[in-house]
């Protein structure tokens, strides 16, 4: 604040000026004392003024409810809800999510810091508050092809942008226990910065290693033990509830009233579906309420708890001098938002966000899709009688695999899919820089009867990933993706059936979250009616490419046993 700004607001606070907002009649949740509070709340530009009897040029009565302070998202893609900020915000602010700490590795793993930059220009001026740590993992191993890399020199001037916080999850904690001299230099990059980690299954001296150079947090957790063992270690945890991770109700029973402080909920990657109707931040302070923990606490781990991990001192709290993000709900435990303030303006009522020209504008990006020459043919893998073969099987509501080794149908020497065993083929091509790169490999879980399903959204390096019962079917949906700049497509019987185009670095579109949202539940529909056995099977396919999730994955350079952490052969 400058001295007149300071002058301005004492003067308020004291109550010898008018405020600018009264909220009147509702209760008021206070997250440092854990009380519910009566009392007028005063707000003056973007700021809380304090909790009292003061005159206001405009009152708002609220005639009872509760108010609360708005929700914050500790760890998120945006890219991964396939709309542009303009349009996330317009999902997220009805759902009284107010600040979000984003990682966008996704668009930088293809376009590099210009897709950093890109993020940071949409998100610039909006009602809700975008905040970006700067993606640690471009790309995110060795052992795929990514669209551009990012350094540590890279990493430390992207730090000195505004709004940028810190560095986003660590990855590769092979790199890190192995002491990548790259990885330790992203470290040394971000020293005295906040540095958020990745470390699924991580136990014992290998995590206090990753943990004690200075990565505080986890997201990645799927069992209480492991969430303990991590708390116990100092880290905070991320509790994560998106489309292909939900870990909420595993790990809300760890919740207790000395370790709630270093607890906050994060989405990680959540599809508009979710996000429009089961809800965002708020879903978890709901669920979180009806397992039993305090109101007051839930909410805390909504809102103050991911902003003081941040070290933002503004946010996150009715109290005076904090950002006026609030949030007013007829029930505290229904929690449900109806209105929803940022900054001190109305932004979002009754379920719908109220905005202006900056969240409309007209957003292009250049074609992100440069394959090399492909067909058919590229898929097929030749094979010996009774051939056994490394097989990643999907795991219900996780981003882990199982690895399985099994027998593969053999038809005139080469390995196909086994639609009666529900082994399909899967493959990643490669497709920023023509290298003619294409893993093969098999999954089970898809359930998949006939035809092939395809996506530019495979991460990390977001290749192309198609998981299919034919090789000609699995070549038609992929070309379809090239020729919509990037996106999902389905085909059977060779011919396209349904296609969701993301032309905006392969992962998003510039439509509005409900034209998309319509676009994904189509696509969806016609999985099912090919046979899949999965709500969302191309968030999970998407996940198949990602090589630091154990337990084995498949890049464009082959398949991958995660805990080994190397390349092995498809057949054993």
């Known amino acids: 604040m400058t001295i007149e700004e300071l002058s301005d607001f004492i003067d308020v606070a004291r109550g010898n000026k008018p405020a600018d907002l009264l909220l009147r009649g509702a209760k008021i949740v206070n997250v440092f004392s854990g009380e519910i509070e009566s009392g007028n709340l005063a707000i003056h530009g973007e700021k809380i003024v304090g909790i009292g009897d003061y005159e206001a040029v405009k009152i708002v009565e609220l005639d009872g409810g509760f108010l609360t302070p708005g929700l914050i998202d500790a760890h998120v893609h945006i890219e991964s809800s396939m709309v542009v900020p303009p349009q996330y915000a317009r999902g997220v602010l009805p759902r009284g999510t107010t600040a979000v700490f984003a990682d966008p590795h996704e668009i930088a793993n293809v376009m590099g810091k210009e897709g950093i930059e890109m993020m940071l220009d949409l998100s610039e001026g909006l009602p809700l508050t975008v905040f970006i740590n700067v993606p640690s993992c471009v790309p995110a191993t060795h052992m795929e092809t990514s669209g551009a890399e990012i350094d540590a020199a890279e990493i430390a001037e992207i730090l000195k942008e ?77 509790i994560r509830e998106g489309t292909g991770a939900r870990n909420l109700d595993a790990l809300l029973p760890i919740v207790t009233t000395v370790n709630s402080r270093r607890i906050m909920f994060a989405s990680d990657d959540l599809h508009p579906s979710e996000l429009l109707n089961r809800g ?234 409900e034209d998309v949202d319509i676009q994904m539940i189509g696509l969806k529909n016609i999985a099912a009616k090919m046979g899949s056995k999965i709500d969302d099977p191309f968030m999970l396919l998407g996940f198949l490419a990602l090589p630091v999730i154990p337990h084995l994955k498949l890049t464009d350079k082959g398949l991958v046993d995660v805990d080994a952490f190397k390349m092995i052969n498809l057949l054993a």
């Open 162 to 238: 505004d709004r940028v916080i810190g560095l986003a999850e660590m990855m590769n904690y092979p790199g890190v226990l192995f002491k990548d001299p790259g990885v330790l230099a992203k470290l040394e990059a971000a020293s005295g910065r906040v540095i958020d980690g990745h470390a699924p299954g991580l136990s014992g001296k290998d995590l206090n290693a990753y943990a004690g150079v200075g990565i505080h947090s986890d997201h990645e957790c799927t069992t209480a033990e492991e969430a303990s063992e991590k708390l116990a270690a100092g880290m905070s945890i991320m």
């Open 280 to 513: 965002h931040i708020d879903y978890m302070v709901r669920r979180a309420m009806q397992f039993g923990r305090d109101p007051v606490t839930a909410i805390r781990m909504g809102s103050l708890n991911a902003a003081e991990y941040f070290r933002r001192w503004d946010m996150g709290a009715i109290a005076p001098g904090y950002l006026a993000n609030i949030i007013w709900v007829p029930e505290l435990k229904e929690f449900q938002p109806t209105k929803v303030w940022a900054g001190g303006a109305l932004v979002a009522e009754n379920g719908v966000a109220i905005h202006g020209g900056c969240m409309d504008a007209k957003i292009t990006c250049r074609n992100t899709m440069k394959p090399a020459p492909f067909g058919a043919g590229n898929f097929k893998i030749p094979a010996e009688i009774a051939a056994k073969a490394h097989i990643i099987e999907l795991v219900p509501g996780q981003l882990v695999t199982n690895h399985l080794v099994e027998e593969v149908k053999i038809e005139k020497q080469f390995a196909v899919a086994d639609i009666e065993r529900d082994i399909l083929k899967l493959a990643v091509i490669e497709r920023h820089k023509a290298t003619g790169n294409i893993g093969l490999g098999f999954v089970r879980g898809f359930g998949l009867q006939r035809g092939a399903l395809a996506c530019s959204v495979a991460h990390d390096s977001h290749n192309i990933i198609v998981v299919g019962t034919n090789d000609g079917d699995m070549e038609v949906a992929a070309k379809e993706i090239i020729g919509t700049h990037g996106g999902f497509a389905a085909a059977v019987d060779g011919k396209v059936i349904g296609v969701l185009p993301l032309p905006i670095a392969g992962l998003m579109s510039a439509d509005m979250i």
